[in-house]
Structure formats: structure tokens, C-alpha cells
């Protein structure tokens, strides 16, 4: 089955899209940005774990101060998108051909943010919800495909996404407190696959398809590109 095949069928297609080594040194930019908030806080610098691993520092960070370790996840999920590295994989043009060969539709405008799996916050993973959750034709109802670009290999053991693969006309949420989850009785009769995303992935989502984030037992970053219609 072609990739706009599977899109068209099941509301999802992960296509092999950025170099590899490409993707993975965008990580510098969250690097970068953590460094760069961690220094203006009166907390001394050494507590924000520059020596870890990118994908324990949250986690670390955590153990000691809980406060800032949700600061700086915040921080990474509203700003980081803006570092260079980031931008560019944002503003490729393959990304915005692919998608709108995958929808059959011109798109024009997007909304970029780093997304995170991480293990010490497992109440900020994501659960069922399709990315247009009222279908009223503003803000979010104007997005059309998402991207979802893991800044390393992801999957079903590390923070990848499952899918309700199947293209669905309509949203599928129910509002909460919090804003809107898809019921797990909605979707018992539909398919679930976990692609395996390897970095260089671009994993394509129709604007109504259900989706959640599974664990990780390490910290997975992602680039989330919405597109909207034309």
C-alpha cells in the first residue's frame, strides 16, 4: 500500500523524510535552550545537570528540585522550536510537499512546538485525542496534517505514538477539565499500531486521527509541525 494510500485508509503514513544525523543534532538546540534558562535562575547552574545525557537532565534535574525540573519542561515545550537547527527541519520544504501530496489539499500556515515523553512527568503524556478536536473552522480547527518528527529512534518501548488507525470523519473527543480525550469505548473497535519511527521519520497524521504517547524510559523529544489548510 503507497504511503497517500494508507493516509487516505487509515489517518496515518511515517515516511522516511530528513537525514538521519541531520535530526538528531537538532537535539543541540534543546540542549542549548535548557542551558540558556537554567543560567538565569538563582538556582547555581551545576543543579540543572549540564554532564547528563539529554534524555535523563529532565529526569535528574527532578530528583532534587521538582519545581524547576517542570519549569524547564515548559520551557522546552513553548520555546525551543525557535533554535536553528529546529527551524530548519520546521520550515524544509519536502515536509509541507509531502503533506499535502499525502491530504490532496494546499496547505499555507503552521504552528511548530517541541513535544516530550518524559518518564518523572508521566501526568503531561498525552492521551487519546485527534489534533482538531472541535471542527468549527478556526484556531486549531484549521489545521489539516500533522507532523510528528522524533528527534531520535521512537517506538513502542521509547515514547512513540499508537494510532487509531483508521481516517475518521469526525472528531472524536469528549471535553474534560483540561480540554478534550477521546473515551476508550470510542475507540474499541478500531486498530492500534505503534510506528516505529526511526530519527529521520516524519510520522503524518490526519487532523481527526486518535493518537496517544506511550512511555519512555528515557526522555524522547519530538518536533510537532500543524498544518493548515490553504
Known sequence: ??????????????????????VV???????EHIDRVSRALYLPFELSCPDAP????????????????????????????????????ANDPRLKEAAEALCG???????????????CFPEHRHAWHSDVARDDGTGCGKVLVTAW??????GPESGGLEVAAERQPAPLGEQVEDGFEIPEWRLADLPRVQPACPAGTALFLDR??????L????????????????
Not at 54 to 64: A, P
Not at 149 to 154: M, R, S, T, V
Open 208 to 213: 481527526f486521527t486518535p493518537h496517544r504517547t
Open 54 to 89: 539529554l534524555t535523563e537532565r529532565i529526569d535528574r534535574i527532578f530528583t532534587h528540585e521538582r519545581s524547576v525540573a517542570n519549569l524547564l519542561r515548559v520551557a522546552i515545550c513553548t520555546d525551543a522550536h525557535r533554535g536553528p537547527r529546529l527551524q530548519a527541519l
Open 105 to 119: 489539499r494546499a496547505l499555507a500556515g503552521k504552528i511548530v512546538r517541541v513535544r516530550a515523553s518524559i518518564a
Open 149 to 154: 518528527i522524533p528527534l531520535g529512534d521512537a
Open 215 to 230: 512511555p519512555a524510559r528515557a526522555t524522547r523529544f519530538a518536533l510537532v509541525v500543524w498544518m493548515k489548510a490553504a
Open 1 to 22: 500500500m503507497t504511503a497517500a494510500a494508507l493516509f487516505a485508509e487509515q489517518g496515518y503514513a511515517a515516511l522516511p523524510l530528513f537525514d538521519r544525523d541531520l
Open 25 to 31: 543534532a537538532a537535539q543541540a538546540d534543546i540542549v
